[in-house]
Every structure is written in structure tokens, then in C-alpha cells.
């Protein structure tokens, strides 16, 4: 109940002392940190339902994609071109993106977003009905859906967020990725039956259906009370090149975020592709086949999943945070590279999986709550321009080590290199801070 002034009582001119609102009662400890706290709040209850058809349909249509391409072209080199033309946009446009997100009305800008995925969905499942697709009109498609989510990504990524108190940020990245994790395994095995019963169309057509049922509940959504206005100087939106400046200069000024970047780029590149380096280690050395590696990537899942629930807990995740997790996962990582067979393997897979998890929730909280309320899209641009550069540079850097080391040096090599650097980064400020000052020997002299 909101407390107003009002005009001294009686008992206050008569002395007595006046009676203290009562505070407003506050969740129980053990609520305030459970994983699943945002689903408290009914918007994103909705928005978490929407989203998990929309991975679906997502991961439905992305399996279609690749099959379909392999089957026009016969070329695995033609598919991996049709996924880079659809990050592309993002290393390029990311920063323009993040600026139009900050300038736009944020419910008005994701539910046009997602009706144009839904008729880019539409479109293609269209032609591909009718025999009329082909590998450019289908490149043509996938580079109009990357353009898109230049905007739509950071984008839907706020509105989630702006739907719970701060507090409950984190459990909403959480519950977000579960939502994600769920729809991709579900979407992924729902492709193969859709497209065994009724063709590569449906995946389509389901994958358009979702797009609209996500557009269809944003309107419905009510916002969590904003935070503070900025100062008067910024409320004005910036436009232009000074826009996507200021977005640019505060990630850079950002000591914390930068952090982030280099602890993020340093475990993504080498070592973080589990896909590659886990299935040349289980095919290579460790003679398991495709079914040893399935039952990997079925642990990593799992473990995944597992992460992103316990990183739900977390009310204010640190950089500490996610230094102590990038570290831990590179020796875990060198341990799981010496595994002389399966069974060690997927019991260092499992921690392994949990921790990359729970550090992405965590950086993903920081970089949506740690930049002030009018530069969080900016700052969503600027890392989604930073991270398509070593997602695209990773894969083949990490290829070569493999090529020269072998999968289980380049695993051990990677993983002692990255708890190594994280080590040192940690080191430098206690260096300096111990080392003497001789100017301030020379003045007291």
C-alpha cells in the first residue's frame, strides 16, 4: 500500500508518539532464492509458455534447414554457408541493432520482430511446397531472418527481463534457458517426424505458427515498474552515429564488461565447442563412435539444464563469479581429455556442463542489468557484434589445434591455457597493489 503525507494527527499535538507504517512483508529466504522465483510473476509465466514453442519451432525448422540444404546441394560446406549468412548480420549490424532496441518502444519492436520471422517462416514453407525454393532464394531468406534478429534478439531478451524485479533476473535468464534447452531438444525430434509425415513444409509452416503465438501474447504483457528515469541528459534518445557511440564507449570505458568479453572469448574459443572437441576425443581416441558421442551430448544436456537451475539461485552474480567458473571448467576440461574411457569421461562431462551453464547465466544477468536502463540494448548489440566474431573464429582455430595436438591435447592444451590466463588476470591486481610507489619514497625523502 502506498503511503502518503498527511496531516499530523491528534495523538502527534498531544505527545504521543506517532504510530510506524507497517513495512511491507518480504519473501521468505529460502523463495527469494529459489530457481523458479520469476515464474511468480503471471507475464512471465506467459512469456516463458510462448517462448518454449517458439524454441521449438525454432530448432524444428533449423534441422529442417540443414537436412533440406544437404539434400539441393549435397554439400556439407553449402550448409555450414547458409548458418554463417544467418550469424553474419549480427557481427556486422549488432551495434545498430542494439541502438534501434534502446530508441524503440521495447513490446511494439519484439512483437514486430516476431511477426516478421513468422512471415519469413510462412514464405519459405510456401515455395518449399510448391518445389520453387532454391539455394540462393533459400541464402536470400536466411539473411533477411539474421537481419531481423539484429533487432528482435536483444530485443526479446529485454522484454523477459523487464517483466520481474531486478532481483528475479537471474532466475528469469535461468528459466529461460531450461525454456531453451526443453524446445531444442523437443523441436529437434519433432522435425524428423514432421518431415517423415508431411514434408519439409510443416517444419516451416509449425515454426511460422510459433513466431505468431509469441507476437500473439506480447500485448498482453504487463511490465515490471521501470527503474529510476537516467538523468535528464539522456532522456533524450541519441540518434545516428552518436547513438551507436555511446553504446560502443561504455562497453569499452566498462572495465567489468570487458572482463566479461575476455573471459567469454578465452573459454568459447578454446575449448567451449564441445560439439567439436568432445566428438573428436570420443570418435578419436577413445573408439566410441556415434553412440558414444550421442550419449555425450545427451550428459551435456542434461548437465546443461542442471547449470542453468542452480544459476537460478543467484540474486547478484560477479565477474568473480564468472572467472572462478571459466577456470574450473579448463581444468575439468584437461581432466576429461586424459579419460582412458567412457565412464571418467561423462563423470567429468557432467561438472563440466553445469559449469558452462550456470557462467552463461551469469554473464548474461550482468549484461542485462549492469549497464544503465537506456544503453542495455546498445550493450546487447556491442555483444552480440563481439560474440558472432569468435563464434565464427572459433570452430576453425580450434579445428587446427585439434589437427596439430590431437583431440586430447588440444582439449588439455586449451583447458590448462585458459585456467592459466584467468589465474594471471587475477594475479595483475594484486601485483600492483603490493608493488612500492617510488614517487611517494622520493616525496617523503
Known sequence: MTITSAPASSAEHQGAAPVPPTPAPEP??????????????????????ANLVSNAGTWMQLTVQNLLVLQLTHSAAMTGLSLAIQVAPGLLLGLAGGAAVD??????????G????????????VLVACGLLTIPVLLALALVSGLIATVDGPACALLGNDLVPREDVPSAIAVGSVVSSVGRLAGTALAGLLMSLLGPASAYAANGLSFLCVAAVIPFLRLNPAEPPPPAAVTEPARGGRALYEGLAFFCRRRRL??????????????RNYGLTLAALVTG??????GGYG????????????GAVLAGRLRRPSVRLVAVVTAAGGLLQAVAALSPTMLPLVLAVVPMAVLESAGDTAVTTLLQTDPPAHLRGRVLGTWRSLSTAWGLAGPPLLGLLIQTLGARGALVGGGLVT???VAAGALVPALRRSAPIPQLACASA
Do not use: D, Y
Open 285 to 290: 581416441p577413445l573408439h566410441a563412435g556415434p
Open 295 to 306: 550419449l555425450v551430448s545427451s550428459v551435456l544436456a542434461i548437465g546443461g539444464t542442471a
Open 419 to 421: 585456467a592459466g590466463a
Open 28 to 49: 521468505a529466504p529460502a523463495a527469494a532464492r529459489a530457481p523458479w522465483r520469476s515464474l511468480r510473476h503471471r507475464g512471465m509465466r506467459w512469456w516463458s509458455a
Open 114 to 125: 516476431q511477426a516478421l520471422l513468422g512471415v519469413v517462416a510462412f514464405t519459405t514453407a
Open 258 to 271: 570487458l572482463a566479461l568479453a575476455a573471459l567469454t572469448a578465452l573459454g568459447s574459443v578454446l575449448g
Open 103 to 112: 530508441r524503440w518502444p521495447r513490446k511494439l519492436t519484439a512483437g514486430v
